[in-house]
């Protein structure tokens, strides 16, 4: 596993808690 693919993922995984954040905010 490349490094970038784990900062690929960890990124992704801070993007959908963010966005299930907000969805909780505006919901």
Excluded: N, P
């Excluded at 596993?1 to 959908?16: N, Y």
């Excluded at 966005?19 to 909780?24: A, V």
Aim: with cysteine.
């Amino acid at each position: 596993m490349h490094a970038g693919d784990a900062l690929i993922e960890v990124e992704k995984r801070l993007t959908s808690r963010d966005f299930l954040c907000r969805q909780k905010i505006v919901g």
